[in-house]
């Protein structure tokens, strides 16, 4: 990977609809360079996917919660099925510390999501934060330092 590379990766975090042209007036390649070097990312696994950002709100989503799950690791096999499962997780992690879970989710009402926290006890003590606003929204890496 050379700063090309690094470059292009940049800017589509920053916007996965940049046309190819207009990746390749920023970068000084032509586009079927462009296209390539964005395929070959692509086959190993640099770029994963693509996504849109929405507005959690205005679809309805007026909570977004932090749950900590602590939770046997003989419990995994079954409880990520269930997670999985979950179409309001928006993430699940595996962490260190007291708790072994770390999920955030998004739910229209605070009835939902305690329904949903029930659900979770079944695999473990929860404890869970209710986010108030958010001062960084999720981003890309900064990569321009590689």
Known sequence: MDKIDIKLIGLLQDNARY???QLAEQV??????????IERLEKEGYITGYQAEV??????????????????PKLKTTFYPFIESCPNVLECNC???SYSMLIK?????????????????????TST???FSTAVKPR??????L
Do not use: C, W
């Open 19 to 21: 046309s190819l042209k």
């Open 55 to 72: 507005d959690m709100l205005k679809l309805g989503y007026h909570i977004t919660a932090f749950i900590n799950l602590e939770m046997t």
């Open 105 to 125: 989710v998004a739910f229209p009402s605070t009835m939902e999501l305690d329904s949903f926290i029930g659900q979770l006890q079944k695999f473990g003590n």
């Open 28 to 37: 000084f390649l032509s586009s079927p360079a462009v296209s390539s070097r």
């Open 140 to 145: 890309g890496i900064q990569i321009k330092d």
């Open 129 to 131: 934060q209710i986010v």
């Open 95 to 97: 962490v260190t510390g």
